[in-house]
């Protein structure tokens, strides 16, 4: 008998595309986020959504120093635990997910619900796209307690290059395609 089970395969958060309109990204974030919230009991303040608001500023991930920079910019008495204590909040609440390779963090797709991710990184222009494929999680947990391990936190990145990247390195001498780089 086959089991009666529907799998949710999400694309979170895609690579930024040219027609992309990225102030309404940036705002439809924030309101999620004040909607989260708001519902959990929790303070958005004043600090917290700036620092979500610089990292959603990009679709790169953003390094706390870059945002103590820019928050230095508008407040200079802005200092480093400042940044920290927002960025922890935002993690633990799932508004931002860290991408540990990069020690960065971006705005997470789908911050209504907890969920694991998957993150595309594009090598080239440093854009990150965000998947929730059970799936994935199903199977890395399912070897993992093979070999005894049990998983607490899943973080999976990798890296590559997006289409828009891609495209450009793909055309070789008379626009033939490689199918590697140089």
């Not at 200092?79 to 960025?87: H, Q, W």
């Not at 797709?109 to 929730?132: M, N, T």
């Not at 049990?150 to 490689?178: F, H, M, N, T």
């Amino acid at each position: 008998m086959v089991k009666n089970r529907i799998l949710r395969h999400s694309i979170l958060r895609r690579f930024q595309d040219p027609e992309h309109e990225h102030q309404r990204c940036v705002q439809q974030a924030l309101a999620a986020a004040e909607a989260k919230c708001l519902t959990e009991g929790m303070r958005l303040t004043t600090i917290r959504r700036r620092v979500l608001e610089l990292i959603w500023g990009s679709h790169e991930p953003v390094k706390a120093y870059d945002l103590l920079d820019q928050l230095r910019g508008e407040d200079r008495r802005a200092a480093p635990p400042t940044v920290y204590r927002a960025l922890n909040f935002l993690l633990e609440t799932g508004l931002v997910h860290k991408i540990e390779s990069q020690n960065a963090y971006v705005g997470c797709g789908q911050p209504k619900q907890l969920h694991s991710s998957q993150f595309l990184i594009c090598r080239d222009c440093g854009s990150v796209a965000e998947l929730d494929d059970p799936q994935v999680s199903e199977l890395l947990a399912a070897k993992a307690r093979q070999l005894g391990f049990k998983v607490d936190r899943e973080c999976i990145e990798i890296a590559g290059l997006c289409s828009g990247c891609g495209g450009r390195q793909s055309q070789g001498a008379g626009g033939r395609s490689r199918s590697r780089p140089d």
